[in-house]
């Protein structure tokens, strides 16, 4: 992976914030790790920042990964992507 991962417990809602380079693979492989890590979050909300991604996306795949999302952090309530306005 080419991308940092910074997860960081907030008042309203838990920010798991990626930088540099990833594929959707890479992206969706995270979510594993993520529905692990889930069950030690104090909040039932989360946002994927991926503000800072260097790649692109297509809009299907930007939909595909936030389903995939919802799907795999099934006791967070509220899963919010953010990604980069430009990319």
Known sequence: ??????????????????????????????LQVLQVDSATWPKEAVLLDLSELQNS????????????AVHALTRIQCVTVRWNPLA
């Open 57 to 68: 996306f297509t809009q299907a795949e930007r939909t595909q990964l936030q389903q995939e």
């Open 1 to 30: 992976m080419s991308f940092t991962i910074n997860v960081t417990p907030g008042l309203q809602h838990t920010r798991v914030a990626l930088a540099g380079r990833a594929t959707l693979g890479q992206l969706l492989s995270l």
